[in-house]
């Protein structure tokens, strides 16, 4: 029979450890797959992957900003590191990868980074998120001459 001294010294034990196990989380990332076909959170300041209670409709690539609760005695399906009660909202900025002339930031380099470029120079199109990356002439400034140079990078 445990002694009510012992009891409360046991709750004691259990509550600071799942205090231990469950941390506050906070961080930018990016939605993924698993090889398994698992969607992933990849956060820009943690190690490794983590699952997610709730997805709200996010899907693979979305950049997204999650909280919630690490809590690493919780297995949640697709990773050992799950974070519970979790909220996804938009907003991260993009990591931007400081590959010049990736435009668009989506790892290659093509004709779809001329038509970012010209879309945000003339046509007042979306916003060039990694602004240093489109400066193909590395002048500072984002111009009609990085159209014509990113022209001659990819021609
Ligand atoms: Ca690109
Ligand atoms: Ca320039």
Do not use: K
């Not at 945000?120 to 111009?143: H, M, T």
Request: with cysteine; glycine share 10%; net charge negative.
């Amino acid at each position: 029979m445990i002694s009510s001294v012992g009891a409360i010294s046991l709750a004691l034990m259990f509550s600071a450890s799942s205090l231990w196990a469950a941390g506050n989380f906070d961080d930018c990332g990016s939605l993924r797959l698993t090889n398994d076909g698992c969607l992933v959170f990849a956060p820009d300041h943690h190690p490794g992957i983590y699952s997610l209670d709730n997805y709200f409709g996010f899907g693979a690539g979305d950049r997204v900003h999650v909280t919630g609760r690490h809590d690493s005695n919780y297995f949640c399906g697709c990773s050992s590191r799950c974070i519970r009660q979790n909220t996804i909202t938009e907003g991260c900025s993009t990591l931007c990868s400081s590959v010049q002339n990736d435009v668009n930031n989506d790892g290659r380099i093509n004709v779809s980074d001329i038509v970012a470029l010209i879309s945000y120079i003339f046509l007042g199109g979306e916003a060039i998120e990694c602004l240093e990356q489109g400066d193909c002439n590395s002048n500072g400034r984002i111009e009609i001459s990085d159209v014509v140079c990113l022209i001659d990078v990819i021609f």
